[in-house]
């Protein structure tokens, strides 16, 4: 049975009686900055320009390998300059709106962030954690909303509100570090527990959340520049990986200026069938999004493409589509995740019957592709692939932050 913690209006930080920010805290966040923003904010609170860079690697530290959420615990500052950054500058989460947890032992946030803006007065986003045998996976968002409107998935229902910042993007990370109890040192992090370096709980981010990352381009680059910091949380750049429906254009983009592993939302072998599912094939189809993973920068054996493709029952898991899945791939190093449809109400499409999915598994293994078939997870609490959506309000796409 899936457990529900409401958190309503409880701030995800491991002082839980600390305030989280809110519209009427003035002070600048520091999650998410770079270096060279964090050290212009400390040069603009009047940190001297030879303390600046000392300065940053000790507040850089607090946040992303102690996970510090105030101040006050920020021990390798003086006391004086604790109280002045605390005046000015804010290390808190967004808020904890719920948390549930499947029987799988699944974890699912729900997230409200911090909006001035009347049209969207509350905004919320979903992250999950999937624990596995050898791993443990968190599933983070770009946006809150998608624009792509994937007839299969729960979040294309519901309209774009929102570019998550850099800062909202990492702070995922950070609460399930923080819920996890998976910092070094810490009221909430646990004795029997080592230190972040050793036996992670968290071993891979995947951007497969609510939205397209390639349409949050900067906001994802400079995300994923900060989880891969070695001075920092540390997340090699092998594991983490970026799923997008296909914006051919900033594909190379991703090898070059992200590093990360890629993902393609790939889910039909022509162009009719996947225009209906994945309705961004009408402006690059399947011969440019495929012209774009074969010059992948750095695609190889080791460094393989992960194709993922959701058997929706009748409608693309023939075993014709399998052969011809085969031969659209060739030349490609991949991966294929076969990922069994997971329902949410009022769904268009059903799962595929579990031999057909067998049947499909095994004309790709005898080409020579891994082809496992993801074990759903989450289903009792909506976390499953392809199943997030937040209750946002809708608004304007000129308003939408970027």
């Known amino acids: 049975m899936a457990t529900v913690l409401d958190r309503t209006d409880q701030p995800a930080t491991r ?3 600390a ?36 300065r940053v690697g000790q507040v850089w530290n607090a946040i992303y390998h102690r996970g510090h959420t105030s101040f006050d615990d920020v021990t390798t500052l003086a006391k004086d300059c604790r109280a002045d950054f605390a005046k000015r ?6 808020k904890i709106v719920t948390e549930q947890v499947s029987s799988d032992g699944t974890r699912k946030w729900l997230i409200r962030l911090p909006s001035n803006n009347p049209r ?49 993007i990492i702070a995922q990370i950070l609460i399930a570090r923080d819920t996890l109890g998976e910092w070094p040192i810490g009221p909430s992090a646990s004795k029997s527990r080592p230190a972040p370096q050793e ?3 968290i071993t891979n981010i995947v951007l497969m959340g609510m939205g397209e990352p390639l349409y949050n ?11 891969s910091d070695g001075d920092g949380l540390s997340v090699s750049k092998r594991r983490i990986t970026l799923s997008t429906s296909g914006v051919v254009p ?18 039909a072998v022509n162009n009719p069938t996947r225009d209906l599912l994945v309705p961004i094939n009408k402006k690059y189809p399947l011969e440019e999004l495929l012209d774009a993973c074969r010059n992948f920068p750095g695609v190889s054996n080791a460094r393989r493409i992960t194709f993922e493709y959701v058997m929706l029952k009748g409608v693309n898991d023939s075993l014709k589509d399998a052969k011809d899945l085969v031969r659209l791939l060739k030349g490609i190093p991949a991966k294929i995740n076969l990922i069994p449809f997971n329902a949410w109400p009022g769904a268009p499409y059903e799962c595929s019957d579990w031999e057909q999915i067998e049947k499909f598994a095994e004309i790709i293994n005898r080409a020579g ?6 074990t759903p997870r989450g289903r009792d609490i909506m976390a499953a692939c392809g199943q997030l959506k937040s209750a946002s309000e809708k608004i304007r796409a000129s308003q939408v932050a970027s």
């Open 15 to 17: 002082a839980r009686d």
């Open 19 to 54: 305030v989280s920010p809110s519209p009427a805290d003035t002070r600048l966040s520091l999650i998410g900055l770079n270096r060279e923003e964090l050290a212009a904010a400390l040069h603009d609170a009047g940190v001297r320009e030879k303390q600046i860079r000392m």
């Open 89 to 94: 500058f804010s290390l808190e989460r967004p």
């Open 120 to 168: 969207a007065p509350s905004l919320e986003v979903e992250a999950v954690y999937i624990p596995e045998a050898n791993r443990g996976t968190l599933c983070i968002s770009s946006q809150v909303g998608c624009t792509l409107n994937c007839t299969f998935c729960h979040t294309g229902t519901q309209k774009l509100v929102h570019n998550l910042t850099s800062g909202e």
């Open 199 to 201: 036996n992670r709980l």
């Open 217 to 227: 381009f900067d906001n994802v680059k400079q995300a994923m520049a900060i989880a």
């Open 250 to 267: 900033e594909i190379a983009r991703v090898g070059d200026e992200i590093g990360v592993m890629l993902a393609i939302s790939l889910h």
């Open 369 to 374: 592709y891994a082809s496992p078939i993801r």
